[in-house]
T-cell receptor
Framework: GENVEQHPSTLSVQEGDSAVIKCTYS??????FPWYKQELGKGPQLIID?????GEKKDQRIAVTLNKTAKHFSLHITETQPEDSAVYFC????????????FGSGTRLSIRP | DSGVTQTPKHLITATGQRVTLRCSPR?????VYWYQQSLDQGLQFLIQ???????AKGNILERFSAQQFPDLHSELNLSSLELGDSALYFC????????????FGPGTRLTVL
């Protein structure tokens, strides 16, 4: 069935360094790829999304890239700060048996001071 | 604050019991989605309603059911509860039916003893 794989499952970076999280998806019809940030005790928050008609999108320190040919997309966080510590989920929509969003398994990002 | 509200915040019950979780979507949103998040697990899509009608189903057990009312709020009913049903249950909403740009509520933590 449809699947979204996410790596790494945990990531620790020094404050100020960059963090990269990578995802792959299986449904070639997918055309919407959101990223969510989940802080402890809270619901996931949409932080950025990209559609298949663009290859890259930036929002301040956050950027997402998409390679439709390879079915890869990535989240890049630059100049990391302590408040970036959270669990990040990638997701992709799929049209198999009705449109829905499939989430990756999550990446726990820790920022070391 | 996403604008999505969920009640109750916490729920503790016993095996074999039935509970109802409630969700109010953001103003103007017609779609409601339910997700289950077990400890250290990703987000498992359960079911989606759009404007009162069931639109998509995920890995929802037969013991679970949901509905969306004319005022667009939704309820998730969990019956014959088992220990393994202990999890965070999130509701999300979006304007359209395609699953894009979902906004999540704060979740209901269900503990089955």
């Amino acid at each position: 069935g449809e699947n979204v794989e996410q790596h790494p499952s945990t990531l620790s970076v020094q404050e100020g360094d960059s963090a990269v999280i990578k995802c792959t998806y299986s449904d070639s019809a997918s055309n919407y790829f959101p990223w969510y940030k989940q802080e402890l005790g809270k619901g996931p928050q949409l932080i950025i999304d990209i559609r298949s008609n663009v290859g890259e999108k930036k929002d301040q320190r956050i950027a997402v890239t998409l390679n439709k040919t390879a079915k890869h997309f990535s989240l890049h966080i630059t100049e990391t700060q302590p408040e970036d510590s959270a669990v990040y989920f990638c997701a992709a929509n799929t049209y198999s048996s009705a449109s829905k969003i499939i989430f990756g398994s999550g990446t726990r990002l820790s920022i070391r001071p | 604050d996403s604008g999505v509200t969920q009640t109750p915040k916490h729920l503790i019950t016993a095996t074999g019991q039935r509970v109802t979780l409630r969700c109010s979507p953001r103003s103007g949103d017609l779609s409601v989605y339910w997700y289950q998040q077990s400890l250290d697990q990703g987000l498992q899509f359960l079911i989606q309603y759009y404007n009162g009608e069931e639109r998509a189903k995920g890995n929802i057990l037969e013991r679970f059911s949901a509905q969306q009312f004319p005022d667009l709020h939704s309820e998730l009913n969990l019956s014959s509860l088992e220990l393994g049903d202990s999890a965070l249950y999130f509701c999300a909403s979006s304007t359209g039916q395609e699953g894009n740009e979902q906004f999540f509520g704060p979740g209901t933590r269900l503990t089955v003893l």
